[in-house]
């Protein structure tokens, strides 16, 4: 007789187990690639003369937009249009908060840098480390609400814009 664990048999279990694994590989990955984006938009803001406020805001919009379109695909598999309640207003809601803690965070690190009159390649290497090191504290908790909330797991499911994954 097989036993049951959570309401899933211990095959079951693993294989959704393994999926999961590989589903955070994949947003892990999606991150990255829209972090690089976001470097690439702050760096060059920052190296403009811009201010970090700005410059993260606009890094996190170039990199919300290509982890949008990426992860919806590649991670959860959804196809098909997306849907504004169901997937993109919960998905802006949660990236847009990720969002404000990184604005946040590196506007307060170029306040803080600002009085301590480094060069200016020092001064945009700190507040980069500070957008940088805001993207990390907040994946896991992105990553958890969007698998529960928007596109995994606990998401409201259309049959016809979804697979399994």
């Not at 187990?17 to 984006?37: D, E, N, Y």
């Amino acid at each position: 007789m097989t036993t049951v664990t959570n309401g899933l048999r211990p095959r079951t279990a693993e294989k959704t187990r393994r999926r999961g694994w590989a589903r955070l590989a994949r947003a892990a990955t999606t991150s990255v690639a829209a972090t690089v984006v976001s470097q690439v938009v702050l760096l060059a803001v920052l190296a403009a003369g811009g201010v970090p406020v700005l410059a993260s805001a606009l890094a996190w919009a170039a990199g919300a937009v290509l982890n949008f379109l990426v992860t919806r695909r590649w991670v959860w598999g959804r196809t098909g249009r997306p849907r504004v309640r169901r997937e993109l207003l919960p998905y802006l809601a949660v990236i847009g908060l990720g969002g404000l803690v990184s604005i946040g965070l590196t506007t307060l690190a170029g306040s803080l840098l600002t009085p301590l009159d480094l060069p200016r390649f020092w001064w945009v290497a700190l507040v980069d480390g500070a957008y940088v090191g805001s993207y990390a504290l907040v994946f896991v908790v992105k990553f958890t609400l969007l698998d529960r909330l928007v596109f995994g797991r606990g998401a409201a499911r259309n049959p016809a814009t979804t697979s399994r994954s």
